[in-house]
């Protein structure tokens, strides 16, 4: 039959001064849309006359009746569902029972065992406790939310006496105690966040912060808030030959360059407020026991083959060449400057030796290939497990587009056996007998870096690790990290079979560049984490920014004039303002103490849209959508802002006691309003939340009340509550200051690339050198390399117009020229070959 799709406020039933959807049109002309109207139907065709009153009391029923109840409903199974979580051991025998007599029945059974197979019907209570919001909201505009008056005066009850039914706070730990380590609960969501492991010898910049452990804190901060049983732990990555060669350049050990640059991320990233419950390192006893542990069981279970593998060796360095320390042109793509282990560009696993042209990122010498016996995981063997266990992981979790897309691309091209050793000294030794000279590669060690490093905070790691019936572990990370997460890390502890915790929710951003560019340390482009500190901007500043532009869907840019503009306008005219205004209202016209609420009708209609702010922030903040919950707690503000100006409280409280009064009840919403802002901004700006309960003298218990179940704005600052001493929570950022800042960390080459090339010395026809070989100039020349192989990629992965890229490609082929020149070496003029990617 024809569907028929009409407008969202269109009528359909004549007779509903609200629409009813969907609606079933009879041919009589009728319209069923309720159970009542069916009844009323049949009741029809057993030959009773129909009665007109019917009609206005389906009316009733459908558009007040049922919108009253479903509210109302929504509102007890929160009480409910937090009664239950937090009830004493041997009360609510009655639903208890009905849970066992639920779990007897065969149909039950049936569907458990074919939906939540090992897990039993206890997985539901903690399903109750999440509670989301209703669909109809979900749906709803936010800059119209109209509520019904059934919801709007359901919001101000649970506004004035919502704190009722929430639990005692001395039960909800939304800030957690470090030790001793909480471990798995029955009943309660259990949540392991670990962020990608960052490279211990690289100083993270903005990008890595945001990618990884940023995200996973705001993440683990929330969940702590939602009343979950959460641990966020991360470390660094310290083995493999980029530390060896970090050491070699400082004249240290690679243990000293670990201990160095270890305290060094600790740094950074507690200046940053990041939260771990355990920030350890993969240089330790229980790294090695765990990896060597998983490598025995996969070995038993043949899941290891042997081969003879041929390798680039760099004579100049005297050395195998790790992945990372060979560029070449992909084999797949023919992108110019593919890493020795994968493409930035076709996202495609190579083998360093299918390289074409390689080069020793080191010296830049062509490397030679020799053979070398190396142990593979058998991942075609495990594929099948692997892709059952990813059909049922992407479709009950919560795995970020890029995740899937990434992990589908790798199966759809059948996955191949993956080396995990390589020929190194710095590293996790291999036990097997017959590669006792070998350590293992880092992507299949690095991983169990989170095994290790939770072990290392608590002699009872297993009970997170192997515990897959009640625990849900969330992995952030860079999209170029997923590869391994999702296939590579999951295959190992598959094929280990001692059930291992494997990733519920991946979540992978897509990359942050700097400007118009990349960051680069070695070109002082952008601002890494050790600089950012000195720049006069408050750590709660670089967080909002960093989460405001965080790149969720697609690519995105740190700009200084962007952070300015945010901070001026956002943060301290829209939240710092209201916030501010809020609290002096209250300071200056009511002696410090929030003062009665007689609520209107405008009252009540704010209640209901933040309540709506309120519940699509913790609908976006479940999922994981860090970036448009911000937005929604910037709406709010925005509510209230207007909602003063509307009703200049300033004014009012000159007048007679009728306006005293307005005055008084905007000021004491307006308040409270204030309170829950300082909640939800609790994950994204820690400081700034803490100093805004401190002005406003804050119970501990709006922390936690007003993020359990579905969400509940609560009055948490009654008449006669007093406040503390209110002060601006922002301050400007100046437009002199911010363009310093910028010309800073904007690069400061020792030679531009023009210039590099308007400099060079001058060949003669068959390409020999007129000037000898000038060492300084090489060095210089090899810096103007870098920086313009930089601004090729920039401009091809922006897919810039091709002759802009040809322009620049041909600046870099010149720049490498000359620095054959300069290096002594016989050069011939270039040219780019038609039709073939530089």
């Given at each position: 039959d024809p569907v028929l799709l009409v407008e969202q406020d269109g009528r359909v039933v004549p007779f509903l001064s609200r629409p009813a959807l969907p609606a079933l049109l009879l041919p009589s002309g009728g319209h069923l849309f309720s159970i009542s109207c069916f009844v009323a139907f049949f009741v029809c065709l057993l030959g009773r006359k129909p009665n007109p009153l019917i009609n206005q009391w389906l009316e009733w029923e459908t558009t007040e009746l049922q919108v009253t109840l479903v509210v109302g409903l929504e509102h007890v199974l929160r009480s409910l569902a937090l009664s239950l979580a937090f009830a004493p051991p041997g009360e609510w025998r009655c639903v208890q029972a009905w849970f066992e007599r639920l779990a007897g029945e065969e149909a039950c059974q049936a569907a458990v065992l074919k939906v939540l197979p090992g897990k039993g019907l206890e997985v539901l209570k903690p399903f109750v406790q999440r509670q989301p919001a209703p669909a109809s909201s979900q749906r709803r505009d936010p800059q119209s939310c109209n509520s019904t008056a059934s919801e709007v005066a359901v919001r101000v009850h649970v506004f004035f006496f919502g704190h009722v039914v929430l639990p005692p706070t001395s039960i909800i730990h939304p800030q957690r105690n470090h030790t001793p380590c909480d471990l798995p609960q029955e009943g309660r969501r259990n949540l392991l966040l670990t962020s990608a492991l960052p490279y211990v010898n690289n100083v993270p910049h903005l990008g890595n912060i945001i990618g990884c452990v940023l995200s996973a804190d705001v993440f683990a901060r929330y969940g702590r808030l939602r009343g979950w049983n959460v641990l966020y732990v991360c470390g660094t990555d310290e083995y493999g030959t980029a530390t060896e060669n970090k050491a070699r350049e400082e004249g240290l050990t690679p243990q000293q360059i670990c201990d160095k640059y270890h305290a060094?991320?600790?740094?950074?990233?507690?200046?940053?407020?990041?939260?771990?419950?355990?920030?350890?390192?993969?240089?330790?006893?229980?790294?090695?026991?765990?990896?060597?542990?998983?490598?025995?069981?996969?070995?038993?279970?043949?899941?290891?083959?042997?081969?003879?593998?041929?390798?680039?060796?760099?004579?100049?360095?005297?050395?195998?060449?790790?992945?990372?320390?060979?560029?070449?042109?992909?084999?797949?793509?023919?992108?110019?400057?593919?890493?020795?282990?994968?493409?930035?560009?076709?996202?495609?696993?190579?083998?360093?030796?299918?390289?074409?042209?390689?080069?020793?990122?080191?010296?830049?010498?062509?490397?030679?290939?020799?053979?070398?016996?190396?142990?593979?995981?058998?991942l075609p063997k495990l594929e099948s497990q692997l892709e059952q266990w990813l059909d049922k992981s992407t479709a009950a979790g919560d795995w970020t587009p890029n995740a899937k897309q990434i992990t589908r691309s790798w199966l759809r091209d059948g996955l191949k056996p993956r080396c995990i050793t390589r020929d190194l000294k710095w590293g996790t030794p291999v036990p097997h007998p017959d590669f006792k000279d070998k350590v293992f590669y880092v992507w299949f060690d690095a991983p169990i870096g989170y095994l290790s490093i939770t072990a290392n905070y608590t002699d009872q790691w297993e009970k997170w690790w192997k515990n897959p019936e009640q625990v849900e572990l969330y992995n952030f990370m860079a999209k170029d990290n997923v590869p391994f997460h999702s296939v590579v890390f999951p295959s190992s502890l598959l094929g280990a079979q001692d059930n291992y915790t494997l990733v519920n929710h991946l979540v992978a951003t897509e990359y942050l560049n700097y400007e118009d560019t990349k960051f680069s340390k070695s070109r002082g482009v952008g601002v890494f984490g050790d600089m950012a500190k000195d720049t006069g901007v408050p750590s709660d500043v670089w967080r909002f920014y960093l989460l405001y532009v965080r790149p969720e869907g697609q690519d995105s840019a740190f700009s200084w004039a962007d952070m300015a503009l945010k901070n001026n306008s956002e943060l301290l005219n829209n939240l710092g303002n209201f916030i501010n205004r809020a609290g002096m209202f209250v300071t200056k016209f009511f002696e410090g103490c929030v003062p009665a609420m007689e609520l209107l009708a405008e009252d009540k209609t704010l209640l209901a849209q933040v309540g709506w702010e309120l519940r699509q922030y913790?609908?976006?903040?479940?999922?994981?959508?860090?970036?448009?919950?911000?937005?929604?707690?910037?709406?709010?503000?925005?509510?209230?802002?207007?909602?003063?100006?509307?009703?200049?409280?300033?004014?009012?409280?000159?007048?007679?006691?009728?306006?005293?009064?307005?005055?008084?009840?905007?000021?004491?919403?307006?308040?409270?309003?204030?309170?829950?802002?300082?909640?939800?901004?609790?994950?994204?700006?820690?400081?700034?939340?803490?100093?805004?309960?401190?002005?406003?003298?804050?119970?501990?218990?709006?922390?936690?009340?007003?993020?359990?179940?579905?969400?509940?704005?609560?009055?948490?600052?009654?008449?006669?509550?007093?406040?503390?001493?209110?002060?601006?929570?922002?301050?400007?950022?100046?437009?002199?200051?911010?363009?310093?800042?910028?010309?800073?960390?904007?690069?400061?080459?020792?030679?531009?690339?023009?210039?590099a090339v308007a400099a060079a010395p001058v060949a003669v026809n068959d390409g020999a050198v007129v000037s000898g070989a000038d060492p300084e100039r090489a060095k210089q020349l090899m810096q103007a390399v870098a920086e313009q192989g930089d601004k090729v990629r920039v401009l091809k992965g922006q897919k810039a117009e091709k002759a802009a890229i040809t322009l620049e490609v041909n600046k870099l082929l010149d720049l490498k020229k000359q620095l054959a020149l300069a290096e002594g070496k016989s050069a011939e003029p270039t040219a780019p070959q038609k039709g073939k990617k530089k």
């Open positions: 060094v991320h600790a740094e950074i990233y507690s200046w940053f407020q990041v939260d771990f419950d355990f920030f350890g390192r993969t240089t330790t006893p229980k790294q090695t026991e765990i990896a060597q542990d998983i490598f025995w069981r996969l070995h038993e279970r043949g899941f290891l083959l042997e081969d003879t593998v041929e390798q680039l060796r760099c004579e100049g360095c005297r050395r195998f060449l790790a992945d990372r320390f060979v560029e070449g042109g992909c084999p797949h793509c023919s992108y110019p400057e593919a890493r020795g282990d994968q493409c930035d560009k076709c996202g495609k696993l190579i083998n360093a030796v299918e390289l074409k042209n390689p080069l020793c990122k080191v010296c830049s010498k062509t490397p030679i290939i020799q053979s070398s016996k190396h142990l593979f995981l058998d913790i609908s976006l903040m479940d999922k994981v959508k860090i970036r448009d919950g911000l937005k929604h707690i910037l709406n709010i503000s925005r509510h209230g802002n207007q909602y003063i100006q509307i009703n200049e409280p300033w004014k009012k409280i000159k007048g007679g006691d009728q306006d005293r009064q307005r005055a008084g009840t905007v000021t004491g919403v307006s308040v409270n309003i204030a309170c829950l802002l300082s909640v939800l901004l609790q994950p994204y700006i820690p400081t700034t939340s803490r100093t805004i309960r401190e002005q406003l003298n804050a119970p501990a218990a709006c922390v936690s009340t007003m993020l359990h179940a579905g969400g509940s704005f609560v009055c948490s600052l009654p008449a006669g509550h007093a406040i503390g001493t209110v002060s601006p929570l922002f301050q400007k950022l100046e437009a002199d200051h911010i363009e310093a800042l910028k010309k800073k960390f904007g690069g400061q080459q020792k030679v531009a690339p023009d210039a």
